[in-house]
């Protein structure tokens, strides 16, 4: 029998459960921003879905043709240099969190994905994207932010060799099938299928030993974790 329900996190963030798959539900009714509320929001529902036994893997969903538009721009524009600090930050230990939770996490990318909405994705094991007119990438360099350490370290580990370059340093964005040749996505398919090819995968990987998955991330991701960890840590305001 399907077990499922839903719960309501905050206004932005749903929970829904399929079996012994979360989905975590990403809805601001606008472009999905992340601001403070919002990375807390998505921390706690993946802290939730670990502490379950139960559960085997996660799914994180956007709405529709957008899964995420990176940070919150109000705080981003504010001119407060220790908000900002602190919004890139948390933004930092979710990517870092998504990348070295001991159960698998399934991006469902809904549209477009910017700047911390794509080192989202990058964070996800398995990237399905939608088959619709989107961007996707870091704009960062585009619009005058130097890139965080931590993010390069993951788009190091993540990112084609053959784009990291254009990707990072030249702020190229692309649509949905140059996003898996760059390595932000795995794979595309059409817009109403998105969610479900997400949770399908999922469910397959859920059924893995957590003792397998978690030792045989530990062992690829180590170096990389700890650096991001690191590299957050130097950068939250003292």
């Given at each position: 029998?399907?077990?499922?329900?839903?719960?309501?996190?905050?206004?932005?963030?749903?929970?829904?459960?399929?079996?012994?798959?979360?989905?975590?539900?990403?809805?601001?009714?606008?472009?999905?921003?992340?601001?403070?509320?919002?990375?807390?929001?998505?921390?706690?529902?993946?802290?939730?879905?670990?502490?379950?036994?139960?559960?085997?893997?996660?799914?994180?969903?956007?709405?529709?043709?957008?899964?995420?538009?990176?940070?919150?721009?109000?705080?981003?524009?504010?001119?407060?240099?220790?908000?900002?600090?602190?919004?890139?930050?948390?933004?930092?230990?979710?990517?870092?969190?998504?990348?070295?939770?001991?159960?698998?996490?399934?991006?469902?990318?809904?549209?477009?994905?910017?700047?911390?909405?794509?080192?989202?994705?990058?964070?996800?094991?398995?990237?399905?994207?939608?088959?619709?007119?989107?961007?996707?990438?870091?704009?960062?360099?585009?619009?005058?932010?130097?890139?965080?350490?931590?993010?390069?370290?993951?788009?190091?580990?993540?990112?084609?060799?053959?784009?990291?370059?254009?990707?990072?340093?030249?702020?190229?964005?692309?649509?949905?099938?140059?996003?898996?040749?760059?390595?932000?996505?795995?794979?595309?398919?059409?817009?109403?299928?998105?969610?479900?090819?997400?949770?399908?995968?999922?469910?397959?990987?859920?059924?893995?030993?957590?003792?397998?998955?978690?030792?045989?991330?530990?062992?690829?991701?180590?170096?990389?974790?700890?650096?991001?960890?690191?590299?957050?840590?130097?950068?939250?305001p003292k």
């Open positions: 029998m399907t077990a499922h329900y839903r719960g309501r996190m905050t206004s932005a963030i749903s929970t829904e459960r399929i079996d012994n798959v979360v989905v975590i539900h990403m809805d601001d009714g606008k472009a999905n921003a992340l601001s403070f509320a919002m990375l807390a929001a998505i921390s706690a529902a993946v802290d939730a879905a670990v502490a379950d036994a139960t559960v085997g893997a996660i799914v994180l969903h956007g709405r529709p043709g957008k899964f995420c538009a990176g940070f919150d721009l109000s705080v981003m524009g504010s001119g407060d240099f220790n908000a900002v600090a602190n919004l890139m930050c948390d933004g930092g230990d979710l990517v870092h969190k998504l990348y070295g939770v001991p159960i698998p996490v399934v991006a469902a990318s809904t549209g477009h994905a910017l700047a911390a909405g794509a080192l989202m994705l990058l964070a996800c094991d398995l990237r399905v994207g939608a088959d619709v007119p989107c961007k996707i990438g870091l704009n960062e360099v585009a619009i005058g932010i130097v890139l965080p350490d931590w993010a390069i370290t993951i788009c190091d580990d993540r990112l084609s060799r053959r784009h990291l370059q254009t990707a990072v340093a030249l702020a190229e964005l692309t649509g949905a099938a140059g996003a898996v040749d760059a390595g932000f996505l795995d794979v595309v398919v059409p817009e109403a299928d998105v969610l479900s090819t997400a949770v399908a995968k999922a469910q397959v990987y859920a059924g893995f030993s957590r003792d397998a998955y978690g030792g045989t991330v530990r062992a690829m991701r180590s170096g990389v974790l700890a650096r991001m960890a690191e590299l957050v840590a130097r950068d939250r």
